[in-house]
């Protein structure tokens, strides 16, 4: 008979402090397994693709060595949840300690059948809130106050000394359970996991880039720089939202740039604003949230979407966002929401396409935050103002010199000027002088912004007023929204 132990089952929290199933688990006297299951059946869906798996592994490998200092044991195994705890169930498990995810459909029934596993075995399963969002919660009356009041907190800290390791059962898992293999590096240049690295990035942002982080928030190039760059540490927790949240606010009393640093906190809690939105209403992976607008029909052309995808549709900026998405796993919330209303606007297409596809190349892919966006770049919640962004004009506002341009379609290069936003405008002649050849080079535009615009809005105002979507809009604020509310 194998002694009793517990495990502490990292998800999407792949940190060593601020995490409360290590603090709970540090309470209890019980020899303790550390561990990550990389699953396939997760990692399948449609969400997720190798730059996560990547990011994932480096985090995981970097917790190893912290785990191996301490001389504690940490295992990464890759297989289905439900066979890894069936087997260590038979080894002698009798707790386990763990985030409440904020995830996907996949993940909630992984979580269900495990419950009954472990209820059958009598295992106890002590699941934390995730960070300051509340299970189960139908209004938001008090959201602001307790979110600031979670903030705030001091960070309890974890007594490593606590913990012992189960001799034996180590071993009898390095031997029967097939261990995670190292993922490929995925081609372009996209961000390291790993908890060093967020802080890398957090300090280097309130020491320095935070200055023009307002200034450059919606330029495609600048905001690389300038904006904080944690979405994806925040995504797979390498750090909490508050340990976060407590550094900047420490920076911010002696930084010259307080404005800047205060609307960087507000987009902290907008995002979880977000998340608890999804929280509650999670059926939003597959429907719209306002089911009024259930009913609207799309133009399902996959030759345009396929154009779309790879960046080439003729529109320099919507172009250069989506090349370098897929090269780097990363643009600005501006631009994001362009390609999204360029897609389900312009091109008339669903909303599902572009959570699905953006899903896999956004490194932060966080679906709290995903789902409720893109509905809300699409146009479908009731309660937003309707945003369609005209490519040309974002691209004279906000890469006026065509460099983010240039740097992702060198195709147009050779255009000089303002040209470059509206290169369908160059006649063959000038064509020739500059040594371009649209329709060859660089596609041709497919479809008439003005045309598009006009029959975006037609389509999106003229359902707002039918009944089924004013009355889900009513239950929507019910729920989700504050009275002073902002995003
Ligand atoms: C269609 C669409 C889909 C999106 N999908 C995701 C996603 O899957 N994962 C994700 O992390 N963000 C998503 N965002 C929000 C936003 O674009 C990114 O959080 C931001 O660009 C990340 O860059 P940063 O860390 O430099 O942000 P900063 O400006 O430095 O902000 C700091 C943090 O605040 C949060 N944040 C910032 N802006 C928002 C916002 N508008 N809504 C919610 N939280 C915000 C993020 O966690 C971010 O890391 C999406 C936005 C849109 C329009």
């Given at each position: 008979m194998n002694e009793a132990f517990q495990v502490v089952w990292f998800k999407r929290?792949?940190?060593?402090?601020?995490h409360e199933a290590l603090f709970q688990a540090s309470q209890w006297s019980l020899p303790t397994i550390f561990l990550y299951i990389h699953e396939p059946e997760v990692f399948g869906?449609?969400?997720?693709?190798p730059r996560h798996e990547r990011f994932i592994w480096e985090s995981v490998e970097e917790l190893k060595a912290h785990f191996a200092q301490k001389k504690l044991a940490f295992f990464s195994v890759e297989m289905s949840a439900i066979m890894c705890f069936e087997k260590l169930i038979s080894l002698g498990l009798t707790c386990v300690h763990s985030i409440e995810e904020v995830g996907l459909e996949v993940t909630f029934a992984r979580d269900r059948k495990l419950k009954m596993v472990f209820e059958k075995a009598q295992v106890q399963w002590k699941e934390y809130p995730y960070s300051g969002i509340r299970r189960?919660?139908?209004?938001?009356?008090?959201f602001n106050a307790y979110w600031y009041d979670y903030m705030s907190n001091q960070i309890p800290e974890v007594s490593w000394e606590a913990f012992e390791t189960p001799l034996a059962i180590t071993e009898q898992i390095s031997g029967d359970m097939s261990l995670m293999q190292e993922k490929d590096k995925v081609n372009g240049i996209i961000q390291q996991g790993g908890i060093s690295k967020a802080w890398l990035y957090l300090k280097s942002f309130t020491n320095e880039?935070?200055?023009n982080y307002m200034q450059h928030i919606s330029k495609p190039e600048q905001s690389r720089k300038s904006?904080?760059?944690l979405s994806p540490y925040l995504a797979w927790g390498n750090i909490s939202l508050r340990e976060v949240f407590q550094h900047q606010y420490t920076a911010g009393?002696?930084?010259?740039?307080k404005r800047n640093m205060r609307q960087f906190a507000s987009r902290l809690r907008w995002r979880e604003h977000f998340m608890q939105k999804f929280e509650s209403e999670c059926e939003m992976e597959f429907v719209s949230?306002?089911?009024?607008?259930?009913?609207l029909n799309y133009d399902d052309e996959w030759e345009k979407y396929e154009r779309w995808k790879a960046g080439k549709t003729g529109f320099p900026l919507v172009d250069a966002c989506m090349r370098c998405l897929i090269e780097t796993g990363y643009i600005n919330f501006r631009m994001r929401a362009m390609l999204v209303s360029f897609l389900c606007?312009?091109?008339?297409?669903?909303w599902e396409r572009a959570a699905n596809y953006l899903s896999g190349l956004?490194?932060?892919?966080?679906p709290g935050i995903h789902f409720p966006q893109i509905q809300m770049q699409a146009g479908i919640t009731g309660i937003n103002t309707v945003r369609i962004y005209n490519p040309t004009k974002q691209a004279q506002d906000q890469d006026p010199n065509g460099y983010f341009i240039k740097k992702w379609?060198?195709?147009?290069?050779?255009i000089e000027g303002g040209l470059i936003h509206e290169?369908?405008?160059?006649t063959q002649m000038e064509q020739t002088i500059m040594g371009v050849n649209l329709g060859v080079d660089y596609p041709l535009p497919f479809l008439d912004l003005k045309q598009t615009h006009k029959e975006a809005r037609e389509r999106l105002y003229g359902v707002r007023k039918s009944p089924k979507i004013k009355s889900e809009s009513l239950r929507i604020l019910k729920k989700h929204t504050l009275k002073r509310r902002n995003p």
């Open positions: 929290d792949l940190r060593l402090t601020d869906s449609v969400h997720y693709s189960g919660l139908s209004s938001r009356r008090d880039r935070v200055a904006c904080s760059r009393q002696t930084s010259s740039y949230v306002n089911r009024g607008y259930s009913e606007h312009h091109m008339n297409q669903s956004f490194l932060d892919f966080e379609c060198p195709e147009l290069e050779p290169p369908w405008n160059l």
